[in-house]
């Protein structure tokens, strides 16, 4: 099976946050687009379900915020924190100018859902699943399409343009050659779920203490944890027993001391391995990358997906003119890098900071856990939230769609494909 090339103006890898908002948007301004995804849905277990309110004010702008919101989430107006034994709110995100003051904490498959159906109106459109890309087509130098392996036997896309938006295990950079900057990170983090009760606090809440970190986001019927490690220490947690793990958790959140024993074995006890880093160059002929393809952000702020939803709005507002009337140019990937470089170089700066400064202190300290200067001066000035409220919720430079939607007449993928 294969796509014809005069067929395809671009083909994206990856069906995440990104793969799914650029070929939306790009379908919607009449560009011929595919997108591959190696799975057969996405239901996938603690993947980003933070939507923040840049996000939120994309999906204001496509007319969409509507219908996202009749989705089953919880709103989320302030972020809390205890560091040692000081309490305060960090984030207060009822100042933004915005559409929506808060995050939506949504089932990531929920949202990637509408974004497909919205996409599947757009004859431009098509959604291949079970596509797993494992090659690049190149020729003279340049990319020219993508190989990948579906249930119906091997397939190649040649397309004008290949967006790898494929994640941060990116198969499409791996074969680019794209050279990757890593900074590193001083932690891991094991996730799993905790019920909840309608006693329970109802905002996140962040435990920062002596050789301990406790993340837990309000998911309606359940708290999804996070327990920060240091890097590389699973198997040490896991060598002192389950007994001990539950019993840490209760310490960190003693009203949740009588649900622990929920936690049975470590199988759904989930590790997520951090990493941060970027690519140096996000770009070669006939390719881009964005998303967390082109950069792995720290989960600090949560930012990792709306960060990628920056680049898809990003990239589609300068490439979708040029893809549509065949004239897209290396320099027109240049632009989209040098228009979220800057964003990304800023947010990961900060993500690393609190890293270094908070994070891998809380981790590394045997003591009583003092909190630094700046987590003080947030309770000593609660104007001052504002600050992490606009970093979290909008990022350094919020992205606004700028292309026209063009109607176009649905087609089945079938038709386009026979």
């Known amino acids: 099976m294969a796509v014809d090339k005069k067929l395809v103006c671009c083909c994206i890898a990856g069906g995440g946050p990104a793969g799914m908002m650029l070929g939306l948007l790009l379908a919607r301004g009449g560009v011929d687009v595919v997108v591959l995804e190696k799975h057969a849905d996405f239901l996938r277990d603690f993947r980003g379900d933070t939507i923040h309110p840049s996000t939120l004010e994309v999906m204001h702008e496509l007319g969409l915020l509507e219908r996202l919101l009749t989705l089953p989430h919880q709103k989320v107006s302030r972020i809390n924190g205890q560091f040692g034994d000081l309490a305060l709110t960090v984030a207060d995100f009822s100042s933004l100018s915005t559409q929506c003051r808060f995050v ?25 699943m079970q596509a797993d890309v494992t090659d690049l087509i190149e020729e003279a130098g340049s990319v020219i399409g993508l190989r990948a392996n579906t249930p119906d036997g091997p397939l190649e896309v040649r397309a004008g343009l290949v967006v790898g938006a494929d994640g941060r295990h990116s198969t499409v950079r791996s074969h680019a050659g794209l050279s990757v900057e890593e900074f590193g990170a001083p932690m891991d983090v094991l996730w799993f779920r905790l019920s909840r009760w309608t006693s329970d606090p109802g905002d996140p809440i962040g435990r920062f203490d002596a050789g301990r970190i406790f993340i837990m986001l309000n998911r309606g019927d359940y708290w999804q944890c996070g327990f920060v490690i240091p890097k590389g220490s699973r198997d ?55 998303g967390d ?10 930012v990792g997906i709306n960060l990628a939803i920056q680049d898809a709005v990003a990239a589609s507002n300068l490439l979708t003119a040029p893809l549509r009337d065949g004239r897209l140019t290396t320099e027109d990937l ?9 964003p990304t170089r800023m947010t990961q700066r900060v993500q690393l900071m609190i890293q270094n400064r908070v994070i891998k202190r809380a981790l590394s300290g045997s003591d009583r856990f003092s909190p630094p200067f700046a987590i003080r001066l947030l309770a000593l000035v609660p104007f001052l939230r504002r600050i992490p409220a606009r970093m979290i919720g909008l990022g350094f430079r919020p992205e606004h769609v700028l292309t026209s939607a063009i109607e176009t007449v649905h087609v089945s993928a079938a038709d386009v494909l026979r």
């Open 236 to 290: 040490r947690f896991q060598g002192q027993g389950l007994p001990a793990f539950r019993n840490a958790v209760a310490q960190l959140a003693p009203f949740m001391a009588d649900r622990v024993g929920e936690l049975h074995y470590w199988e759904p006890i989930k590790l997520l391995t951090v990493q941060v880093d970027r690519l140096r160059k996000w770009y070669r002929p006939g390719l881009l990358c964005i």
């Open 334 to 342: 240049c632009w989209v890098q040098q228009r979220r470089e800057w």
């Open 293 to 302: 393809a082109a950069h792995a952000m720290s989960p600090v702020g949560g």
């Open 104 to 128: 939506a904490f949504m089932p990531q498959w929920d949202f990637l859902n509408l974004l497909a159906e919205e996409a599947a109106r757009y004859s431009t459109f098509r959604l291949l």
